[in-house]
């Protein structure tokens, strides 16, 4: 194992402070962190030492005479870089950031078998062209984040069941190790997505916030008090399986109602089907059809929008978070304008007293960007002490 | 203000565990903790010299040639009291309790008014008679906790919004210490009757649970990675507006479908009126009605049940909590046989995969433990690091 950097709650503290808020000074480190001034100072040593932080030239003094000006700590993003990787039904798609989680390559790569194997070979000559792009990726990239849908035990590095992939039990982390001689993480797509927000994305400076991704499923990620909300038994974040409909439309689910019944790729698809007549559309075509003005169509698309913005807001009303990030894959924001004005009223309407003073940030992510919150859980798994 | 005992964070883990899970061993403490033996020595040290714990006799050494034999440390429960007190629009009902949050004595206080001014000297009033109770508790209870239903900020001591009691923007921590001359905290009612399961109750060894009140209106509190959710924007938990509905009937929160619109008591009795033609019906008489075998009040009480069922399942599916807690005010309590098998139908026909793994617990509570949630919210506060 590579060994972590940090060691004690003070130099995580210290460390992911400038990481996800800097260049910031020891002196407002301290007063963000209740930590002592020289506590904040020992942090950062070892850091510094090792390359990790650097001190900016100071450019203002704090009060006159108050001693030697205030040098900002700030990130040396290319001392360590980290491969991130999602992993769909039928591609990979990979990234090698910084230490900020800022992308610098990507590539993607087709799968032509689900099986973990196969699935691992192709991860392996993913990482090893991404890698082979610039030397310094081969000498400081040590970590390996993956992101793949599903119920995902990231202590364990365990797949426990990725519907998608047909997957069960697959001990992810061990197998991606083995092949490519790198640390690995292995966490739940969204989660994932959820962690890059957090450390580096809209949710920095939120102690609890929403992420709502609407897609083939729709998803959700939560943080409350500064935390990713894992969920016991496998599950959290399902907001497309509240009941929103009552009694219908039944859902692959079991349950009956669900936003993603209502939502979901398949449902909009079979719906605008029987609108037009055209059992043959595609959801893009279904998209054009209602991109195009026919008012059918376009009726299906508001009912998803109706739907998704009851889910959210009976999130919010559960939940409270500060902000709500709503984003997609590229159908569901090839759709989103067809979906928009829904959501926000039916929102809006349902969000109980205050809730609703909750603003919706739409935010497009495309697929790097998920690849780049498989990167950003490696990182903080590497530098966070909450993971230990 | 009291000091608080707790200056370091070695100090409140420690004390907090005694506190919870107690008796329990220094070893013990250190394996669960992940701190020194040596951390956990010292930080117990000035509790036993404030006579907050103290060391049980050795029962059993550790191992053979194990060096000295290990002395649980155990809570001195009656070193310190607190008093509690829940609010609600026509009684107060308060409770002094032990260090543990056990009631030792509980009192009830009609209200006359509802002004801030005319609860806070009922308050004030009743406070006085329990602490009269004993002359310990006038010497050793230096803290009072409040319980109010609507948007409170604990940090403030705000009563933001209370629609049962009219209140907006009262500063209850203020007016309630200056005329006790306590240590005053503030807390949503649900809130401090989840903070009362998490470390006293059905809540304890759980990273993360829920807590669902059955009554006039239908709430909920959360626990996330070891920590209540508090809600921005002032909501929280508001499970009651969840719409499983879809778009029936209306909700008295302008939305449609909420949970709390078909199994509030207000609807309920409405329903049942409409079904038995008695327009003057209570809901005591509703609920005997269905006790008495009536079909049409019977089927408002499942339908009821089904709704609450498909919202605690929405609340699971979302937010994945390793224990769901039922629990309810006295009328709530008195007809739960009439909702139990829907909820119990409706949560697990609705649940997300595994998510319907989790067991609902019914346990009922009446209001001297919604007054002992109260206290439990005081003692947290002094206690905890995590709260400053």
Redesign the interface.
């Known amino acids: 194992m590579h060994p972590r950097l940090t060691t004690t709650?003070a130099e995580a503290t210290v460390f992911t402070m400038v990481l996800t808020q800097g260049p910031v000074t020891r002196v407002e480190i301290a007063r963000r962190s209740g930590l002592s001034s020289a506590a904040v100072t020992k942090a950062a040593r070892p850091f510094i030492e090792a390359g990790y932080l650097e001190e900016l030239e100071a450019t203002e003094r704090t009060a006159p005479g108050a001693g030697r000006p205030a040098s900002p700590l700030t990130i040396r993003a290319n001392r360590e870089f980290f491969a991130g990787v999602k992993i769909t039904d039928d591609e990979l798609i990979g990234v090698i950031t910084d230490l900020r989680a800022q992308p610098l390559v990507s590539a993607h790569r087709r799968l032509t078998t689900t099986s973990p194997e196969g699935v691992v070979e192709a991860l392996a000559e993913l990482v090893a062209d991404l890698r082979s792009d610039d030397p310094a990726y081969d000498e400081r990239c040590h970590w390996l984040g993956l992101a793949v849908s599903g119920?995902v035990d990231k202590a364990l590095g365990l797949v426990r069941?990725s519907p998608f992939l047909g997957w069960r039990k697959v001990p992810l982390a061990r197998l991606a190790g083995e092949a490519t001689g790198l640390n690995v993480t292995v966490e739940n797509d969204v989660r994932s997505l959820t962690v890059a927000e957090q450390w580096f994305g809209d949710g920095v400076g939120a102690s609890?916030f929403a992420l709502v991704t609407v897609g083939a499923g729709i998803g959700?990620g939560?943080v409350?008090?500064d935390?990713v909300?894992?969920?016991?038994?496998?599950?959290?974040?399902?907001?497309g399986?509240?009941?929103?409909?009552?009694?219908?439309p039944e859902c692959h689910?079991?349950?009956?109602?669900c936003v993603e019944a209502i939502a979901g790729t398949a449902p909009i698809v079979a719906a605008v089907r029987a609108a037009t007549g055209d059992a043959s559309l595609t959801i893009d075509a279904a998209i054009d059809v209602a991109h195009a003005g026919n008012t059918a169509a376009r009726e299906v698309f508001a009912r998803a929008g109706h739907a998704i913005g009851?889910g959210i807001?009976?999130?919010?009303?559960?939940?409270?978070?500060?902000r709500i990030i709503v984003t997609g894959d590229v159908q569901g924001l090839a759709a989103y304008d067809l979906f928009e004005e829904q959501i926000n009223r039916s929102f809006t309407?349902?969000a109980?007293?205050?809730?609703a003073?909750?603003r919706l940030l739409l935010r497009p992510r495309t697929f790097e960007q998920w690849a780049r919150g498989a990167a950003a859980v490696a990182i903080q798994t590497l530098f966070s002490s909450q993971e230990r």
Not at 241 to 248: M, S, T
Not at 253 to 257: E, H, L, P, S, V
Not at 313 to 322: I, K, Q, R, S
């Open positions: 709650r119920d069941y609890s959700c939560l409350a008090n935390r909300v894992a969920g016991s038994h496998g599950v959290a974040g399902e907001i399986h509240i009941p929103v409909g009552g009694e219908e689910c079991g349950g009956r109602g009851l807001a009976a999130m919010a009303n559960l939940f409270g978070p500060e309407s349902q109980f007293g205050a809730a003073d909750c």
